[in-house]
């Protein structure tokens, strides 16, 4: 783990919200080289498939040429949720790092322990919290801003 | 649930089969129409997210022009991994209708009980078994080729 990645990731939610997309950003490094970016489109592509995670891993496979990601870590502004997390484990992520814990829809420690699951294909490490507060503050921001709009 | 849109789905899978890929396809029906069909395209497009369900969610989404896919139904020919059913509850898909079971991958009432889970945004209904031996037979079609070759 490097926190200058979750930094990155954190740019990325930054470039969400300016887009007043839901702000959760997303890196995924290899032998410690950032090889995606994503920002979460979920309104822009008016499609829920479009998570920050999703569009990073798309982008990643691209650059690999595999749909395995072995070996590539994936540093994420938000906990992932049910979908996100199954996409990390059929694209054989090695590790995941999320900043913010969420209560209502992460699938890794907060509301479904997805990686508890028995005879998976494949289990990623991860670890939760890093620079939690600045992941979270930028959440709330944005949803404090749609409030008063 | 409609049988004949579960045999749109397997000639779906068909698709897939006749492209080398795993056969499983899917077609999302709203007010008994078929707005979205898809095959898997994991080994074309060489990356993990482009399983027949999302391919299928994708394309319905862009057709409806929203992200949520009201009163939309799936039918699709192998029980859905975690990722996809994850996607299913995002777009809020109401009824999921699925064929063969996947003992080793399934999300929804085999390896996994995804839905089960409390708290979630959305809990689309599903049934599973539909056409099972036909859906079930070209996978087991499938992976014989592959062996014998």
Redesign the interface.
Known sequence: MNIKYMKEALKMAQKGFNKDEVPVGCVIVKDEKIIARATNL??E?????FHAE?NC??KA??VI????LDGCDIYVTLEP???????M????ISNIYFGAYDF??G?LSS??K?LD?????HYPNFQGGIMEKECSQILKDYFKNKREK
């Open positions: 979920k309104e592509k008016k499609s829920s498939i999703i891993l798309i496979a691209k040429g595999d749909w395995r949720c049910i979908m996100c997390v199954g996409a484990i059929n694209y054989r209502k829809g699938a509301n479904i997805i699951t028995k005879g998976l294909n």
